[in-house]
């Protein structure tokens, strides 16, 4: 049996306790698959990815992920989360004032990585998301796209085990969106785990392809 990355039983998450936001979920998503996770709005999508990096704790059931147990209350549990997961939203969340090349290298200060080592891994995150020939403009001189690359390219820099997009296209054309759709692809392809909510499901759509569907509080798996 694959690697098991994220395990739910029986699931409940809830803001307070007026309000279930989901429940009785229970899924299990294994290393290299790509889950698509669509559903309306306000349906619960970011509420299920705030879950899985510890922003919404369990009020009832089960949740593991990279290892993990919710809720990750301890300090040690949760910097050993932070190095299992790689996450992208769909304000792109770059620092200002930094260079392209400074943001994505963020990751792997905190993880206090050498000089050396940085400077390889950003060389080929660079590469890899097609930004090498932006690396020294500042968020705001590239385009919506071209910042959701970067914030991707930050968001594998320390190689998490689990990489999570909460509507990562929200804000791009159909063209910068089937870009970064294609650029999560590769990473799966690569062996990456991913779970992407969107509300557009791109159209080519390799074999890991999985489709959770969340309505009326309930998850399903689709196709
Ligand atoms: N911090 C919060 N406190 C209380 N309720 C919240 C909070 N955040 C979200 N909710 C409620 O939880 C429900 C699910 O919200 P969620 O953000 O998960 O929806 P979503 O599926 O991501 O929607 P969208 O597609 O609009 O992003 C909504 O009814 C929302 O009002
Ligand atoms: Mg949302």
């Avoid at 968001?155 to 689990?162: C, D, E, G, K, Y």
Wanted: with cysteine; glycine share 8%.
């Amino acid at each position: 049996m694959a690697n098991e990355i994220a395990i739910a039983k029986d699931l409940f998450l809830a803001y307070d306790s007026r309000e279930v936001i989901l429940q009785n979920l229970s899924f299990s998503i294994c290393e290299g698959d790509l889950v698509f996770v669509s559903g309306a709005s306000g349906s619960g999508k970011s509420t299920l990815i705030k879950a899985f990096y510890g922003a919404v704790a369990p009020t009832k059931g089960y949740l593991r992920v990279g290892g993990v147990t919710m809720p990750a209350n301890a300090g040690s549990a949760i910097d050993r989360l932070r190095r299992k997961l790689g996450i992208v939203f769909q304000d792109y969340r770059l620092i200002d004032e930094w260079t392209i090349e400074r943001n994505i290298a963020l990751p792997l200060y905190i993880a206090g990585y050498d000089q050396r080592r940085i400077k390889d891994q950003v060389e080929k995150l660079l590469k890899h998301v097609r930004l090498t020939h932006r690396r020294d403009r500042l968020p705001r001189e590239l385009s919506g796209g071209e910042q959701q690359r970067a914030a991707v390219a930050r968001a594998l820099s320390h190689n998490p085990t689990l990489l999570l997009a909460d509507e990562p296209t929200g804000n791009l054309d159909d063209y910068s969106a089937r870009l970064v759709h294609e650029l999560f692809m590769a990473v799966n392809q690569l062996g990456k785990t991913v779970v992407i909510v969107t509300h557009r499901m791109p159209s080519a759509i390799n074999a890991n392809y999985r489709h959770f569907y969340i309505e009326g509080g309930r998850l399903f798996e689709v196709n």
